[in-house]
Each structure stands twice: as C-alpha cells, then as structure tokens.
C-alpha cells in the first residue's frame, strides 16, 4: 500500500504506508533530515518517527519554522522532568500538557513545595541535560510492557494514568538519555535542538485535577 503526501508547493511524493517524516525528509535532503524538528500530516503535528499511515497535504518543520516552538517546548517538558529526577530521585513525574503553543509543566510527587532555589537548580540540569545532545526515541509497546516499565520503575502514577489509555490505542514511550516516560509526542529528534528555556514558577495541583486525590507539585517553564 502506497500513499501520497502533497508536499507546500503542491508537489506530491508517493511513499509506502508506514514510511516516517524523517524518511520523506532523508529523500529530499540530508540537511534538511538533519535540522527537521516535527512535521504536519492532514493538519495533525506528527513525530518525525511515527509511521505514516495515510496521505494529504505534508509539512517538514526546522527551527526557522514557527511552528517548531510546541515540537521543542514539548521536549523540554521531558527534559524538566528528567532533571528534577536527576536532582531528587525519590521525585515520582506524573504528566505535562497538552497544549505547547506558549509553555510547558509537569507534574511531580515531591514531599514540599518547590522553592525559587530548586526553579534555579532544575533550570541548570536541563541546560546540562540540553548540552548532553541525546536523542529522542519513539517505543510502540504492548500495554503488559507499558505496566512491567513503570511497575520496575516504582512509578504509581503512571500505573494509574496507563489505566487511562483505551484498549486498542497504540502506546507509546519516548526515551531521551536516561529518561522514559509514556507520551504520545511528537519530539524533536535530539535534546540539542532546544534552544532557551526558563522556567516560570510552581504550584500546587492535584492529581488529574481532583481534589480527592492526592497533591502534588507542578512546575512551569518555556522554550524557544
């Protein structure tokens, strides 16, 4: 099975169902395989490694597109995460946003508030993290293997968020470095393509947005 992308200047490439966007941006150039952040397939911002599985109109982003901004503010959600876990093990991350356009949270178990000393010492780790240059890894995995990861990792709050994915949905893992955490995407392809970042402030949430859960500490930031 084959489909066709319409590519901006209306130009069309037919592709095998299951080609990813990096793909169709290694036949086009290596340069632009090399700086593309994200893509756009029918209107839906897509991963660069996510197998395509029908056609319509199809767009590449780099850094110089503004649309880039949700691809690289949506890593550095995970590279939040990922440093506060570097700085406080014990710290269980729950989930970020879903709307990227202006910034980024997570949401973490954490036994006190944050101060603006630990926003400092977070914003330096990710700068560490940044400079580190990992690549993002999309996973598909079963729901048993989804459970078995975070079961391993001592992480109850994405036991309980996996509970949340209808059966049938496909589940995916995104892994940068030393992190992993369950995530749709879409992701820049390495961490290094994450320019500014500066996180904004904290508070106090609860847990899906319920207060007979329990409460936890959320941290806001942006990325450019």
Not at 188 to 216: C, H, M, P, T, W
Request: net charge negative.
């Amino acid at each position: 099975m084959t489909i066709v992308l319409t590519l901006p200047d209306g130009s069309e490439r037919t592709v095998p169902a299951g080609t990813t966007a990096l793909e169709v941006a290694q036949s086009i150039g290596p340069r632009l395989a090399q700086d593309a952040v994200g893509a756009e397939l029918a209107g839906r911002r897509v991963d660069l490694r996510e197998p395509l599985t029908g056609g319509g109109s199809f767009k590449l982003f780099t850094t110089r597109n503004a649309e880039a901004g949700d691809f690289v503010r949506h890593s550095a959600e995970h590279v939040l995460a990922d440093a506060v876990t570097r700085l406080w093990p014990q710290a269980l991350y729950d989930a970020g946003r879903k709307d990227h356009s202006e910034k980024f949270q997570y949401d973490f178990r954490f036994e006190r508030a944050f101060t603006p000393d630990d926003l400092a010492a977070i914003e330096a780790k990710m700068r560490e993290i940044i400079a580190e240059d990992a690549p993002f890894e999309r996973l598909e995995v079963s729901r048993d293997e989804a459970f078995g990861i975070f079961r391993e990792r001592g992480n109850e709050l994405k036991l309980l968020r996996l509970q949340d994915i209808p059966d049938g949905d496909t589940i995916t893992l995104y892994r940068h470095g030393r992190f992993l955490d369950l995530c749709r995407g879409p992701h820049l392809q390495r961490a290094g393509q994450i320019g500014a970042v500066k996180l904004l402030e904290s508070s106090g949430v609860y847990f899906k947005g319920d207060e007979a859960n329990e409460k936890l500490q959320r941290v806001y930031g942006t990325a450019f």
